[in-house]
């Protein structure tokens, strides 16, 4: 069984930054494509970014280019998501997501990612 535990949101001002975790178990975590989605309040989960298994292949969402990064570290079973410049509109709460099948892409809809977190709330207000 494959656990995966977000941390690192809350409430920031706007043009502020957040970096979000997720500790993944399991022991083949390298293995895993990794990707963070997103859910605001009266709408669908939607696709924020993702990494590929060997780290070689990122994708973001068209609103998040340029203000956020995902990474992962292997040594610590643990994916992040850097956030800079944050906007009122990226408040939503987030989740991490694993694909378990080693894919070369990155798939940008929900279906493929085989275990999600239970999500971690974001905030950017004045």
């Known amino acids: 069984q494959v656990q995966l535990v977000e941390s690192g949101g809350g409430l920031v001002q706007p043009g502020g930054s957040l970096r979000l975790s997720c500790i993944v178990s399991g022991r083949t975590f390298r293995r895993y494509g990794m990707a963070w989605f997103r859910q605001a309040p009266g709408k669908e989960r939607g696709f924020v970014a993702g990494?590929?298994?060997?780290?070689?292949?990122?994708n973001y969402a068209d609103s998040v280019k340029g203000r956020f990064t995902i990474s992962r570290d292997n040594a610590k079973n643990t994916v992040y998501l850097q956030m800079n410049n944050l906007k009122p509109e990226d408040t939503a709460v987030y989740y991490c997501?694993?694909?378990?099948?080693?894919?070369?892409?990155?798939?940008?809809?929900?279906?493929?990612?085989?275990?999600w977190g239970q999500g971690t709330q974001v905030t950017v207000s004045s």
């Open positions: 997501a694993a694909d378990l099948a080693a894919l070369p892409v990155v798939p940008t809809q929900a279906g493929p990612y085989n275990y």
């Open positions: 990494l590929s298994w060997s780290g070689g292949t990122t």
